[in-house]
């Protein structure tokens, strides 16, 4: 009737911990190419994707009104 009349902040976004890394010498790394990173990139975006939360998790009230 009055459009959404409860809206919920988005989540902050996770972010990473130092133990998330591994020290790695620039040398052991493989060459990289663009179908790689775009390879990369698109594994990451559908990553992020997957990290957001459902809709029903979002809404408290448990309607759809």
């Known amino acids: 009737m009055f459009g959404q009349r409860f809206s919920l ?3 902050p976004r996770p972010q ?3 133990g998330a890394f591994v020290l790695c010498p ?6 990289w190419n663009a179908a790689q990173e775009a390879l990369y990139r698109w ?3 559908q990553a992020q994707a997957v ?3 459902s809709l029903p998790e979002r809404d408290l009230a448990g309607t759809w009104n």
């Open 16 to 18: 990473p911990t130092a």
């Open 51 to 53: 990290v957001q939360p």
């Open 9 to 11: 902040p988005q989540p």
């Open 26 to 31: 620039f040398a052991g790394l493989p060459a």
């Open 43 to 45: 594994a990451f975006e």
